[in-house]
């Protein structure tokens, strides 16, 4: 489901922008990502966590902070204290719009805020950092002395970071020097997820052992491994967003189905036919069909293939949900179709993604259309898709080779 705009005032009065990745069917918790220093809503991170955790079931509100990454004007001052309260009014507007965000997930900087924020924050249930600074003295390690110096002297100096101008004010090195971020998490008392890269050339690892150290339990420390701050590489990335989504689950209350299956189907049995390399006959009670692969590869073409399979199942399924949806509302839906490919994305994970495209015949008004739609995405084979499944394996002796009858002698 694309990202949805959401926009809210900060404690100043000031717009801030974001996006909100919902998931499929209905939510079971809703999050809040806070990202790096130099980063903004859409950096790598902020992402492919917010959209691994959408598929877990949690929806995710990404945001610019006012004072700091892309979001802040060219040149805007830093306020490390404003940053916490962006995620304060975040997490209150959500609340206002029905969507009470339980978790707390930030990155770099974002992580420290998280920190801070979440003791305010009683609807929190949890909060996990990514290259998270135990002190936040760290930062004036970016700025060159001569910078700190024309800071303390003249009260301001605009500083470059990351190709970008920031303006530093002595209020923020004061500041920063004051903030005690080990107190803070001491006195979270909510689970706290921590990962880190021993590599992290900008923020040492040191300062996750410090903050795991200071929290109390229920507490999880997991390693990057050779990932950097930003965690620019697409594996580690994905990588951090199965662990933070895994993690979360704990602490949400459990998927349930929105729509009930209309009713349980047959088992589904595969038989080579020893045709060709691939061919298969698939049944299903009184049902059969040919599974195979293209002549591209070796197959036959005669059936579909495992894949075309599956997203024959989506498709059916979403055409079935959505007429039944429309008939118990009276809507005058007079047909509907729905294409579904499937494809691998080399930098998202899960690699798979299907893209269904629906067309809709009958007269319908737009908010029924927008209805039929929205429950087309709460079909159960397309929620068994996005939230996973448990596969389990059994094997069997092949039965025992019939014998011919033979007459007596």
């Given at each position: 489901?694309?990202?949805?705009?959401?926009?809210?005032?900060?404690?100043?009065?000031?717009?801030?922008?974001?996006?909100?990745?919902?998931?499929?069917?209905?939510?079971?918790?809703?999050?809040?990502?806070?990202?790096?220093?130099?980063?903004?809503?859409?950096?790598?991170?902020?992402?492919?966590?917010?959209?691994?955790?959408?598929?877990?079931?949690?929806?995710?509100?990404?945001?610019?902070?006012?004072?700091?990454?892309?979001?802040?004007?060219?040149?805007?001052?830093?306020?490390?204290?404003?940053?916490?309260?962006?995620?304060?009014?975040?997490?209150?507007?959500?609340?206002?719009?029905?969507?009470?965000?339980a978790l707390l997930i930030g990155h770099s900087l974002g992580g420290t805020a998280a920190l801070m924020a979440a003791t305010d924050l009683p609807d929190i249930v949890a909060v996990a950092t990514i290259g998270a600074p135990a002190e936040l003295?760290?930062?004036?390690?970016?700025?060159?002395?001569?910078?700190?110096?024309?800071?303390?002297?003249?009260?301001?100096?605009?500083?470059?970071?990351?190709?970008?101008?920031?303006?530093?004010?002595?209020?923020?090195?004061?500041?920063?020097?004051?903030?005690?971020?080990?107190?803070?998490?001491?006195?979270?008392?909510?689970?706290?997820?921590?990962?880190?890269?021993?590599?992290?050339?900008?923020?040492?690892?040191?300062?996750?052992?410090?903050?795991?150290?200071?929290?109390?339990?229920?507490?999880?420390?997991?390693?990057?491994?050779?990932?950097?701050?930003?965690?620019?590489?697409?594996?580690?990335?994905?990588?951090?967003?199965?662990?933070?989504?895994?993690?979360?689950?704990?602490?949400?209350?459990?998927?349930?189905?929105?729509?009930?299956?209309?009713?349980?189907?047959?088992?589904?049995?595969?038989?080579?036919?020893?045709?060709?390399?691939?061919?298969?006959?698939?049944?299903?009670?009184?049902?059969?069909?040919?599974?195979?692969?293209?002549?591209?590869?070796?197959?036959?073409?005669?059936?579909?293939?495992?894949?075309?399979?599956?997203?024959?199942?989506?498709?059916?399924?979403?055409?079935?949900?959505?007429?039944?949806?429309?008939?118990?509302?009276?809507?005058?839906?007079?047909?509907?179709?729905?294409?579904?490919?499937?494809?691998?994305?080399?930098?998202?994970?899960?690699?798979?993604?299907?893209?269904?495209?629906?067309?809709?015949?009958?007269?319908?008004?737009?908010?029924?259309?927008?209805?039929?739609?929205?429950?087309?995405?709460?079909?159960?084979?397309?929620?068994?898709?996005?939230?996973?499944?448990?596969?389990?394996?059994?094997?069997?002796?092949?039965?025992?080779?019939?014998?011919?009858?033979?007459?007596?002698?």
């Amino acid at each position: 489901m694309p990202a949805a705009k959401f926009t809210f005032e900060n404690g100043e009065g000031k717009l801030l922008s974001g996006l909100l990745e919902s998931p499929e069917g209905t939510p079971r918790g809703w999050a809040i990502f806070a990202h790096c220093f130099t980063c903004g809503k859409d950096s790598r991170a902020a992402v492919h966590i917010s959209r691994a955790l959408s598929r877990a079931g949690i929806g995710v509100l990404r945001f610019d902070f006012a004072g700091t990454g892309v979001g802040g004007a060219e040149g805007e001052a830093v306020d490390f204290a404003a940053d916490v309260t962006d995620l304060k009014s975040a997490a209150r507007a959500m609340t206002t719009a029905g969507m009470t965000p339980a978790l707390l997930i930030g990155h770099s900087l974002g992580g420290t805020a998280a920190l801070m924020a979440a003791t305010d924050l009683p609807d929190i249930v949890a909060v996990a950092t990514i290259g998270a600074p135990a002190e936040l003295e760290h930062i004036l390690k970016v700025f060159n002395a001569s910078d700190l110096d024309t800071i303390r002297r003249e009260g301001e100096a605009s500083v470059d970071i990351a190709g970008r101008p920031f303006l530093i004010r002595r209020s923020f090195v004061d500041a920063v020097e004051q903030v005690d971020v080990e107190k803070a998490v001491a006195a979270l008392r909510r689970p706290l997820l921590v990962l880190h890269s021993p590599l992290d050339q900008v923020v040492g690892v040191e300062h996750a052992s410090r903050i795991f150290v200071a929290a109390r339990h229920p507490k999880s420390f997991v390693s990057l491994d050779a990932a950097d701050h930003l965690l620019a590489d697409a594996a580690d990335a994905n990588f951090a967003s199965a662990m933070v989504a895994t993690w979360a689950n704990r602490y949400l209350p459990p998927l349930v189905a929105d729509l009930p299956q209309v009713e349980a189907a047959d088992g589904v049995e595969a038989i080579e036919t020893l045709a060709g390399k691939f061919q298969l006959k698939v049944r299903s009670g009184k049902h059969s069909i040919y599974s195979d692969e293209p002549t591209s590869v070796g197959g036959l073409g005669s059936g579909l293939s495992p894949y075309e399979l599956v997203s024959a199942g989506l498709a059916a399924c979403t055409v079935m949900t959505m007429r039944l949806y429309a008939n118990r509302k009276g809507f005058p839906l007079e047909r509907a179709s729905t294409r579904v490919e499937h494809k691998k994305v080399a930098d998202m994970m899960p690699p798979d993604r299907f893209t269904r495209t629906i067309v809709l015949e009958g007269p319908l008004d737009e908010e029924q259309r927008a209805r039929i739609l929205e429950i087309a995405d709460r079909c159960p084979v397309d929620l068994t898709l996005i939230r996973g499944s448990d596969v389990q394996t059994d094997l069997v002796d092949a039965p025992l080779p019939k014998r011919s009858s033979e007459p007596a002698a």
